[in-house]
């Protein structure tokens, strides 16, 4: 998985290491829902069953980068 370094310093953050990488990787490949922002980047949303959220996954223009994780815990 391609990962911007701002992702990785966000991930250090106490609210975001709880977000496991195989739900990353869900809504990546297999989103419920994508929206394109203005500036290009993509984002896609995955139910986390364990956690009763949703989680959203920001990636670059090229759809591979994560650039961002967010909505959990």
Do not use: C
């Not at 709880?18 to 290009?40: F, K, N």
């Amino acid at each position: 998985m391609k990962k911007t370094l701002y992702f990785e310093y966000t991930q250090q953050r106490p609210d975001r290491q709880d977000i496991l990488e195989v739900w990353i990787l869900a809504a990546i490949t297999h989103p419920i829902d994508e929206m394109r922002q203005s500036d290009g980047r993509i984002r896609r949303w995955t139910w986390v069953e364990e956690r009763n959220r949703y989680l959203r996954v920001v990636l670059l223009a090229d759809g591979e980068t994560v650039h961002k994780g967010k909505g959990l815990p």
